[in-house]
């Protein structure tokens, strides 16, 4: 059965295009609290769970020797736009474990933010590595790698211990094994690994909540969720939606895209995760539908905010004259 | 019930996103020689009908007047990319009425080709209403004003000649009257009427066929269309899908591409046209599936070229390291 609509653009009155998909909204325990669609289905989760890739920054006590601040943390955990603040950042991230973007494997690409991009151009340079919006991840995996004595050659590699640990951390927190058959490569040229929906939520909730997981690892966790938190520009960059999500609930709201029409995030006070994935991959739809699901689940506990969530989850569409023309607007199916 | 689904994102194997939609494949007497999902749904057309926008800039004899060249008519019916010769070539067409950039009401915006658009920061530059995709059709509509005697100034509204005129063609060619509570406002702030998706494809057919329609309006037609396959730059440029389905067939294979998961095209030789639209308007699928369109109404009468369109119908995917992750491939249902 086809997964509901989640998500309509708007044209002139009409509802020009669409876009189905599936949410769970998950506590710790793993009761869903809200879904739609077949949250069963197995999705790739792509960015949406950088976290998890780097509880073992933490765990190995390499965060801790190397003395990441809170925004080096956070940019461990970022899809960054590559702005300068971003490249400066990661660069202090190697230096502090002995390296530089020489050693980065996530190869270059130009900004995704089209500004960056132009400015980066207007400027007559060309991006490197440490302008890939995963450089800040790898400058973790890298800080882990030398701090446990590891080669710093191939991490990426399926079998690299780096990647080895944040597999195990993440079948912990999915609650399956991660297996080969479903394993891709990603953009940055790591290993994702694909498992049902609901079990990423479960893995958020898990983490905020502590249940079902050692204190060392909720510990890790939260001290990630924290410092993305503090620091949501660290962890995307300037009007970027996850900026946008977090700065509007501050310490109270993580959300985290990914690409495809993925999206994760965690309600820590609530005690809640979720996990969306948008059928067709379309990012205007995964931010949409996380604004409308964090507002189903602060609805109760505080109307206000959930109500600005709500707002987020509309989004006016103007053409090049700024004209109105239509809108995206999650639709949210009856509770 | 919803479209089927008619292209697919894998990666790692397995399928990561997926796209439905609905198309048509129409012969001039409106006939479905082959089609998928809801070709009676009401859509907007966008860009893909832009030859039908620039019916009367031949009817009206402003094309004549003006000596507009081939390449000029292309880009009278193009999105382009706008690049250098782009840019000219519109500068051209409006030089000709004895007019220039500023009588343009299409708005600015930086060019959607990522590389043309960093070029033109790297240059020091800011883009122009030239450098619009719409601005060849803005020129065409100036141009078809001027020859006129009409006004010049908000030849964008609803009610100006110019749009009257471009929607009495398209009514004739969808073979439905075009009402205001189906009409939106485009990118470039014409109207924009929405019509079942089948009707569009009949309206190209009847275009390369003459059926149905005027013999006046079947040459205006033809001579868009011929002038698009001779000069597929012009129309959309340098690397576009538009540009690489027109010279893998040259002067067999007319394809526009629309905003929104719109795509349009005719095969002359085979009197047939076609339309479709992807649900949630991705470009990336309205491309895979209008290669695949074409392949199936060619594979009767020539299988190689067919086999041509169906490879351009499948694109290997690759992550910023150049390792091949996956592929998007239109997964065209049994006939």
Redesign the interface.
């Known amino acids: 059965m086809?997964n509901p609509v989640l998500v309509e653009?708007t044209?002139?009155?009409?509802v020009?295009?669409?876009?189905?998909g599936a949410f769970a909204l998950v506590d710790g325990e793993g009761r869903l609290v809200a879904a739609a669609g077949d949250v069963d289905r197995?999705?790739?989760p792509r960015s949406a769970i950088k976290v998890f890739q780097a509880i073992p920054l933490i765990e190995t006590g390499a965060a801790a020797a190397f003395r990441l601040t809170p925004a080096e943390l956070a940019l461990a955990c970022a899809s960054h736009s590559g702005e300068d603040g971003h490249v400066r950042l990661a660069a202090a991230m190697l230096a502090k474990a002995g390296l530089d973007e020489s050693s980065l494997?996530?190869?270059?690409?130009?900004p995704f933010d089209?500004p960056v991009?132009?400015?980066l151009?207007?400027r007559?340079e060309t991006p490197t590595a440490l302008h890939?919006n995963c450089s800040g991840k790898h400058a973790g995996f890298l800080c882990t790698a030398v701090h446990r004595g590891e080669d710093t050659k191939v991490y990426v590699g399926r079998d690299h211990p780096v990647q080895v640990r944040a597999r195990a951390a993440i079948e912990d927190l999915v609650g399956q094994a991660l297996t080969i058959?479903?394993?891709?490569?990603?953009?940055?040229?790591i290993p994702?690994f694909?498992a049902p929906l609901k079990g990423f939520a479960h893995g958020f909730a898990k983490l905020v909540t502590g249940e079902g997981i050692s204190p060392q690892r909720a510990a890790a966790g939260r001290s990630l969720i924290d410092a993305c938190m503090a620091h949501p520009w660290e962890m995307s960059g300037t009007g970027r939606f996850c900026e946008t999500l977090m700065t509007a609930a501050p310490g109270r709201v993580f959300a985290k895209t990914g690409a495809?029409?993925v999206f994760c995030g965690a309600l820590p006070d609530l005690g809640l995760g979720f996990a969306l994935k948008?059928?067709?991959?379309?990012t205007r739809?995964s931010e949409a539908l996380a604004a409308a699901v964090i507002a189903r689940a602060l609805r109760r506990e505080d109307a206000d905010l959930a109500a600005t969530f709500d707002g987020l989850g509309r989004r006016t569409l103007h053409?090049?004259?700024?004209?109105e023309?239509?809108e995206i607007r999650a639709t949210m199916p009856p509770a």
């Open positions: 086809a653009v044209r002139g009155g009409m020009e295009s669409f876009h189905r197995t999705v790739f494997e996530c190869g270059c690409h130009w089209a991009a132009r400015e151009a207007r007559g890939n058959d479903a394993c891709g490569i990603d953009g940055c040229s994702t694909a495809e029409g948008i059928d067709d991959g379309a739809a053409n090049w004259e700024k004209v023309v239509g």
